[in-house]
Nanobody, 123 residues
Framework: QVQLVESGGGLVQAGGSLRLSCAASGRTFNNRAMGWFRQAPGKEREFVAA????????YYADSVKGRFTISRDNAKNTVYVQMNNLKPEDTAVYYC????????????????WGQGTQVTVSS
């Protein structure tokens, strides 16, 4: 079993930056692909970014490409997403998720989820 805890959300003006962190439990973090997803009120959960277990491969949603950067520190069992040039449409609850080995952009393929952290971008 893997437990994930997100942190770093908050209120920021458009054009600002936030860095979200996701701390994972267990000794198998380095064997898990990690993803970030977000969900705004009344909207479907959507893919944001994902990173392979080694950190060598990353995927980004077109809406965040060039603005967000996903990274991981396996020694700290932590995955990050650096979010720059934030836009009001980035406002959502952001969730991190984990799955075994294979990177994916599909929420239903992830097995473990954090509680979410709120990101609000004002205009």
């Amino acid at each position: 079993q893997v437990q994930l805890v997100e942190s770093g959300g908050g209120l920021v003006q458009a054009g600002g930056s936030l860095r979200l962190s996701c701390a994972a439990s267990g000794r198998t973090f380095n064997n898990r692909a990690m993803g970030w997803f977000r969900q705004a009120p009344g909207k479907e959960r959507e893919f944001v970014a994902a990173i392979s277990w080694s950190g060598g491969s990353t995927y980004y949603a077109d809406s965040v490409k060039g603005r967000f950067t996903i990274s991981r520190d396996n020694a700290k069992n932590t995955v990050y997403v650096q979010m720059n040039n934030l836009k009001p449409e980035d406002t959502a609850v952001y969730y991190c998720a984990a799955r075994w080995l294979v990177i994916s952009t599909l929420a239903h393929e992830y097995d473990y989820w954090g509680q979410g952290t709120q990101v609000t971008v004002s205009s």
